[in-house]
């Protein structure tokens, strides 16, 4: 049997503590300890990995709408993450000074809603709130 992944990401970090709030007030949306790692899911799907490297400490990894990614592509805070990348997925530091707490919570509206079923979604849009900031 293999060994679990190390913890790479505190799941107890502040940082990630508020996106695990603004993640699991969607739908049946869980969290799984993955490659050491929190990830967030709609179901079985991910739609949010908060992930780490040498050079950048805590990042959000998510799958922008297609219409968003060239405008994603052209702002210097968004980065073209390992492994997730060639399939549309971009990343953002999590450790910023500038980060906009709503704008990372339209982006993981985005995300959620690239990977969430038709039932997952339909909670969502019928709920007439939004998740929480």
Do not use: N
């Not at 971009?90 to 339209?106: C, F, G, M, T």
Request: a negative charge.
């Amino acid at each position: 049997m293999a060994e679990p992944h190390p913890e790479v990401v505190d799941p107890a970090h502040p940082l990630v503590d508020r996106v695990r709030r603004i993640c699991l007030a969607y739908p049946e949306a869980v969290e799984v300890a993955a490659w050491g790692r929190p990830t967030f899911r709609a179901g079985k799907k991910i739609f949010i990995t908060v992930s780490s490297a040498m050079d950048r400490p805590l990042t959000i990894v998510f799958k922008p709408d297609p219409d968003d990614v060239a405008a994603l592509d052209q702002d210097d805070r968004f980065f073209v993450p390992p492994y997730f990348g060639p399939a549309g997925w971009r990343a953002i530091d999590l450790d910023r000074p500038d980060l906009d707490w709503a704008e990372i919570a339209e982006l993981v509206d985005a995300s959620y809603r690239q990977v969430a079923l038709r039932r997952q979604l339909k909670a969502l849009d019928s709920s007439g709130r939004s998740p929480l900031v």
